[in-house]
């Protein structure tokens, strides 16, 4: 059982400690006395129960990786402006930074950012961190703010054109229109987005891409009944993850689509019946994952009346749930 624990009083006395992390546990609180931990490295605060975060830890001038908790709070505003050495920066939240603090922080490529107020002056926070967003290559976004937003997402995005690795977790709506002129983005993983059907016509213009995961409702769940993967899309997709995607009735998949394919993952996609036809034309995949109900994964076994679709596949995995 994970039960409430409470750290050491002498955890303050460990002025060397290099590496702290609670990832995991639920601690009952965060004395501000961990600010005597100044040669603090990385500090990992990823517990699941909210915490109010004491304004600390700027004081750890040799911090590389912070990941704050899912859930926390601060007042006042959490300092990061002196932690000039930081390389991760995750949860942070614009409710409780300051995100111009960021300027500073010159040696920053991964940024996880939770959007849990409405940025009015955004527009001028993102030029005002402009130079360090440059240097970003890993983006993490989680909207927290509901109908009430999206464009703040397609902000935050426009202004790291460098990341090869982009997570999306809220509503979105729209993707930037020039996604596909980001030459690194490699990685893709895409969360209750709430995108527009026209959006996958995007998506597969990435010329790069190699790795895309669509989870629960990436698209609206009224106005989408089929993903379409067209002829020529996602030219250099090696791996395509589908999970829950409870939105599409059906999956299909155009001869000359995906001509790099490896790898398929396809799980808990509900109201999906049977795999795409065009499958049978994707020769490049090596591996075929798959976890859905009985009456979907017994189509596929050998004399099942989907199985010439996935014949070609080397490797196929079932479960079913």
């Given at each position: ?7 050491p009083n002498e955890i303050d ?72 050495n930081l390389q991760t920066l ?232």
């Amino acid at each position: 059982m994970n039960r409430p624990v409470e750290l050491p009083n002498e955890i303050d006395n460990m002025v060397h400690l290099k590496f702290l992390s609670l990832q995991g546990s639920r601690i009952t609180g965060l004395p501000s006395s961990l600010g005597n931990l100044i040669c603090l490295q990385t500090v990992d605060f990823r517990f699941s129960n909210t915490q109010v975060v004491p304004n600390v830890i700027w004081k750890m001038e040799q911090l590389r990786h912070l990941y704050l908790p899912l859930y926390w709070t601060a007042h006042p505003k959490l300092r990061l402006s002196t932690l000039h050495n930081l390389q991760t920066l995750d949860h942070v939240s614009s409710l409780c930074c300051d995100l111009k603090d960021l300027t500073l922080l010159t040696n920053l490529r991964k940024l996880g950012i939770r959007v849990t107020s409405s940025l009015e002056s955004l527009e001028e926070t993102l030029k005002c961190i402009r130079s360090t967003l440059d240097r970003i290559r890993s983006l993490f976004v989680h909207n927290l703010l509901g109908i009430r937003s999206g464009t703040e997402v397609t902000q935050i995005v426009l202004s790291c054109r460098n990341i090869y690795k982009l997570d999306l977790i809220g509503r979105t709506i729209e993707l930037p229109e020039d996604l596909h002129h980001y030459p690194n983005l490699t990685k893709l993983t895409l969360c209750r987005c709430d995108l527009k059907d026209n959006q996958m016509a995007v998506l597969e213009k990435l010329p790069n891409l190699k790795s895309l995961c669509l989870m629960e409702e990436t698209f609206e769940y009224k106005n989408t009944k089929t993903l379409v993967f067209s002829k020529g899309g996602f030219p250099h997709l090696e791996c395509l993850k589908l999970i829950c995607i409870r939105e599409a009735e059906d999956l299909k998949v155009v001869q000359g689509a995906m001509p790099s394919l490896c790898r398929l993952y396809i799980a808990r996609c509900e109201r999906s019946k049977t795999i795409p036809d065009g499958l049978r034309y994707v020769t490049t995949l090596k591996k075929l994952s798959i976890r859905m109900p009985s009456s979907f994964t017994s189509r596929l076994q050998v004399g099942g009346e989907d199985y010439y679709k996935i014949q070609h596949v080397p490797s196929v995995e079932f479960a079913n749930f």
